[in-house]
């Protein structure tokens, strides 16, 4: 029994430290996310109120507004290099990790530490 219990603890460490390990950078690229999202979007105002964007054709409007061309092309960028994993990843690997503590009836949260639940009772 005292096998199992530093088996336990030892995963519940192993995990609390991988998803630890995550968080920087997942911090790291939600503000990069964020900033691109925020510039694309101030950029994409300006564009819309600009009265010439409906007088002259979309490629002449966008190199009128060069910051929401460039803003607009690395958002698209990011998303395609998968920016979108890398914001949420320490909770694919939590997520991921329910799936299976399921079958052993036991959960984690969101920092990697074990939930035991209860036996269902035996008939």
């Known amino acids: 029994m005292a096998e199992q219990t530093e088996d336990l603890k030892a995963f519940e460490r192993r995990l609390t430290e991988v998803i630890d390990k995550l968080q920087p950078a997942a911090r790291f690229w939600r503000i990069i996310l ?3 999202s925020v510039c ?40 395609l290099c998968g920016i979108h994993k890398r914001v949420v990843a320490p909770s694919i690997i939590a997520t991921r990790c329910r799936t299976v503590l399921a079958d052993f009836n036991m959960s984690c949260d969101d920092t990697g530490k074990l939930i035991l639940k209860p036996r269902p009772p035996q008939e």
């Open 40 to 79: 694309t979007a101030v950029g994409a105002w300006t564009w819309l109120w600009d009265p010439d964007t409906s007088k002259v054709s979309f490629t002449n409007s966008l190199w009128n507004h060069p910051f929401f061309a460039l803003s607009c092309f690395l958002l698209v960028i990011l998303f």
């Open 34 to 36: 964020i900033f691109i």
